[in-house]
């Protein structure tokens, strides 16, 4: 089967410009997940999906990151303006229910 | 979530068996314990999960204690390709739906020749 695939796989940018991170999950999975993984620690949930719904958003910085995911099937993560401390792999996953999450390859972005 | 505490890091010789520890004495009882793994510049994979029985895979064992507030993962012959950080997870399972699922630091295990 088709893993989750996402896109680009690197992305370099300037403190304060804007950038988007895309994910087609699997067929057929319900739930979609980002997280953001700095260098040497594990991967921090950003927001989680049900369907179209956001399950939790806790740790999503709100006032420079935003995601959406249409039609409960692609989504696309926001940063607006981007930060040093948001240089980071930005990883989708997906899963059907309880069942395992697949993770993509992830997105590495550098802010200088 | 019950938060987990793993050791940061571990060596196995390759060949033997690794027995991965974590502890979760806040866990509750809706709470599963997941494992998953990450090989260097790998999104992570998951391994294994259960409640409260021992669960076997391909992969792995995963042995719960009885009161649940520790679990051991088994690599039962661990090979160079099994060097990866595994994470430890407790996940809640409410009445229609599922928790987050949160890594924490994990424990970096290195298998040697």
């Known amino acids: 089967e088709a893993g989750v695939a996402q896109s680009p796989r690197y992305k370099i940018i300037e403190k304060r410009q804007s950038v988007a991170f895309w994910c087609n999950p699997i067929?057929?999975?319900?739930?979609l997940y980002w997280y953001q993984q700095i260098l040497g620690q594990g991967p921090k949930l950003l927001i989680q999906?049900?369907?179209?719904?956001?399950?939790?958003d806790s740790q999503l910085p709100k006032d420079r990151f935003s995601a959406e995911r249409l039609k409960g099937v692609d989504s696309t993560l926001k940063i607006q303006p981007a930060k040093l401390e948001d240089s980071a792999v930005y990883l989708c996953a997906s899963s059907v229910g309880q069942l395992r999450a697949f993770f993509g390859q992830g997105t590495r972005l550098t802010v200088v | 979530d019950a938060k987990t505490t793993q050791p940061t890091s571990m060596d196995c010789a390759e060949g033997r068996a690794a027995n991965l520890p974590c502890n979760h004495s806040t866990i509750s009882g809706n709470e599963y314990v997941y494992w998953y793994r990450q090989i260097h510049s790998q999104g992570p994979q998951y391994i294994i999960h259960g409640l409260k029985n021992n669960e076997t895979n391909e992969m792995a064992s995963l042995i719960i204690t009885e009161d649940r507030k520790s679990s051991t993962l088994i690599l039962p012959h661990a090979t160079l390709r099994d060097t990866a950080v595994y994470y430890c997870i407790v996940r809640v399972r409410g009445t229609d739906s599922w928790g987050k699922l949160q890594f924490g630091a994990g424990t970096q295990v290195v298998v040697t020749p």
């Open positions: 067929s057929g999975h319900a739930t």
């Open positions: 999906f049900q369907n179209n719904g956001v399950v939790d």
